[in-house]
């Protein structure tokens, strides 16, 4: 029964994963990837007609990008779904002059192998106690 539990446990954490934002210009960001985007104090005052919570970061997927603008996806929330909050997307256009910075989220294998070995120790340590 406890290797049971030990294995399961192993297999939750080899699942999970640390992930970092590194800085990429926006022609060099690969389409369909997951993005933070840092925009101008104006842009944010565009945009909080179509984003609820319109703040200077806005996170989404990179659905475009030409020399004149990217073009995100952004999760919004329904408030009228109840008790839980249903993912809508809207699209939203970012001019070159009002993005500030781009970054990719990537797997940093780093932290995900620290955090792996973390849990394997102690789950191999509670294994030992038992």
């Known amino acids: ?9 192993a297999l939750m954490a080899s699942t999970g994963g640390c992930y970092e934002y590194r800085s990429v210009r926006p022609a060099d ?3 369909d990837t997951r993005v933070r985007a840092t925009i101008s104090a104006s842009k ?3 945009l909080a007609s179509v984003l609820p ?6 996170t989404g997927r990179l659905l475009e990008r030409t020399p004149d603008y ?7 929330y329904d408030p009228t ?15 070159i002059d009002d993005l500030v910075s781009l970054q990719t989220r990537t797997l940093s294998k780093w ?3 620290v955090a792996v070995g973390v849990i394997v120790a102690a789950a ?6 038992l």
Do not use: F, Q
Not at 124 to 129: E, I, R
């Open 70 to 76: 990217v073009m995100l996806e952004v999760p919004i």
């Open 44 to 46: 944010v005052e565009d």
């Open 29 to 31: 960001a690969a389409l």
């Open 1 to 9: 029964m406890v290797l049971k539990r030990l294995a399961l446990l």
């Open 53 to 58: 919570e319109a703040t200077p970061t806005v």
């Open 111 to 113: 932290k995900t192998g």
């Open 124 to 129: 191999s340590s509670t294994w030992l106690v």
């Open 81 to 95: 779904a109840g008790m839980s909050r249903e993912a809508l997307h809207n699209r939203i256009k970012i001019g």
